[in-house]
């Protein structure tokens, strides 16, 4: 370690801990964080690929720090989204907790009883949580906790994109500003992330309050090289053998056999289905099973079995998975990455493409798109090969290393409903004015101001979720009691609830729905096209009626929304006309016939074509801000649809179009609430049943619709 020049500033164990690894040198993120982290009165973000180091560049110098110091409870409090995550790092630092002579304890729900109890009755080391446990300790164990976090050194956050946005990046912001009300005292926070992209926003979710400064610390290593492929698929008009899905199927047997690799087939449907039929290849064909499903709802057993015959390396294992295998659980390094289907995201497609090529060898990424057949009924989308375009400009983004921003400005008051019934729970009793101040004036529900706010009690009370004392204290009501007991109460996420789909009277099937889905829209289920009639949000019911006209895309109601940069990018391929070289035959000829489409209908110039009665709008830009459009063009009477970032209108010429923007832009801007209105169900997210609709709506608005993303581009068209 001669080059080193932080080296030394580690604690001996920690050296001699490094020796016995037998490391020639630290890399460059965790040189950098030894100064940054030692100091311990800031706030720390690490951003560097999978795989480079990032747990040990902060937990190097966090452990140093607390082996030099006296300690009187726990030093570290580690949080993952992921309980494998915690049982991955605890293999990785127990050894180092050993050499330091303090425990490392992993703790959720799968850890045993005896193992909780040792740090129990001392606490003291590193905790290895998730936020769930972490919610279920405060509101149980609350004088534990506050012995145990009393000279708590830093919280180390792994895998830190996972939260950011979500409800449950909500709930541990709260949490971590609950501990250090708790305390009275400001603890230093570290986020680890392979996926991070405009840094001060992510500065600001860490520590909404600002209250300490951040530093961050990005790594200027260069990723190994990357060697990419875009293999095509022809799904054919009519349904005969072998289909775009038996063709990939074979193609994956075939490529992969042999080696480690991971499948991302983007839904647990999918997963499930290319594992079937991949294993009963290998089972026709006579040869061991390669291939294996990983997914969320899989038991403990059958993940863990994967996970470990992956890092054992000694047999080729090909994991088909949804995204439970793109975060940092140690699986070592596999062979490549297969993507089927188009990735819905930049930061998901760098996430799961640092799982290859580890070792110096170049990074593989397969990707592996189906396109429909092109016929004379076939809708604009497929002409213009979009999901081929899309896979195209998302490697360019990431070649360009960008990814998806932050998003910060969602008022979660699905989350503020857990926290509060929390807080109140953990003291017994808390005066209105002090639960705002706690959760919402400094903590991380800051849109949410003292007036909505004690309407939003109101509301609670109104339910005997909470109820108020002849002193103003606010207590606990009879239903809210019932709710914390309640093992699922420590979650706050929701998965999406499925909806029946029905056509006169038979039952189609379910599917479950995340985004808006209005009346007279239109999708593609079962092969057939369909157009929604009612929406019954308590009976959970779709009613469907048979839809004519041109094919619009499938319905996969994953939630998952584009981003602006994205759809821009993908007008710019279609602009540049530069073939990528890494596409195959077929896919250079989508990328030939998409380029055709795009110049015969000059959409270089005009985004909005008219055929027939209808018009195809292409604002080129993302699901937010198309959400937008199309709401307002709806709430004007027009017949409109949009279909990944295609706004479709029945029954509209281009001067009953130009005359509705102008209505639109002379009319003042609604909110985002206002339009949420229309919807006919906003209860998306876990404890949305208990707001009432307008609550709902504000919190829906914000987060499916850019009220100014909308406005610009209205302003800015020339028709």
Known sequence: MSESQNFNKLHEGVQRWIWAKKWNALRDIQEQAIEAILQADHDVIISASTAAGKTEAAFLPACSYIAKSSHNGLGILYISPLKALINDQYRRLQSLGDNLGFPVTPWHGDISRTIKDKQKKKPSGILLITPESLESLLLN???????AFKELNYIIIDEFHAFIGTERGCQLQSLMHRIEFLIQRTVPRIALSATLSEMKYVAEYLRPNQQIPCEIIESKSSKTDLKIQLRGYLSPAIQEEPSAFDMITADLYTILRGKSHLVFANSRARTEEFTANLSDLCEHNGVPNEFFTHHGSLSKEIRENLETRLQEGKLPTIAICTMTLELGIDIGS???????TAPYSVAS??????????RGEAAILRMFIAEAEIISKSHLLDRLRLNTFQCIAMVNLLLKKWCEPPATNNYHLSTLVQQTLSVIGQYGGVRANQLWSLLCDTGPFHLVEQTLYGK?????????????????QIILGYKGEKIIEHYNFYTAFNTPEEYRLECEGRILGTVPINRPLLVGQRFIFAGKRWEVMQINPEKKLITLTMATGGKPPKFEGDGQMLHDIIRQEMLQVYTQNTVP??????????FAEGIDCFRTLQLDQNNI?????????????????????????????LSADCFYGVIDISNCS???????????????KPTPMELASNVADT??????????????????????????????WLDNLNI
């Not at 164990?141 to 012995?147: A, E, K």
């Open 141 to 147: 164990q609350t004088s534990w906790c506050l012995r």
């Open 334 to 340: 596999v062979d490549s990455i297969a993507q089927v």
């Open 349 to 358: 497609l760098r996430q799961r493409l640092g799982r290859s090529g580890r």
């Open 456 to 472: 939003f009690l109101r509301v609670l009370g109104e339910q005997d979720l909470i109820s108020q004392t002849k002193d103003g």
């Open 581 to 590: 070289i890494y596409l195959d035959k077929e896919a250079k000829i989508f």
């Open 609 to 637: 074509i008219q055929d027939g009665n209808n018009l195809h709008v292409l604002p080129w830009l993302g699901d937010r801000t198309i959400n937008t459009i199309n709401t307002l063009f709806r709430n004007e009477g």
């Open 654 to 668: 281009i001067n009953l179009f130009g005359m509705t923007v102008n209505n639109i832009l002379q009319k003042p």
């Open 683 to 712: 209860i998306i997210e876990k404890h949305d049943h208990f707001l009432p609709k307008e609550m709902r709506d504000l919190n829906y608005g914000t987060n499916f619709f850019d009220i100014d993303g909308a406005y610009k």
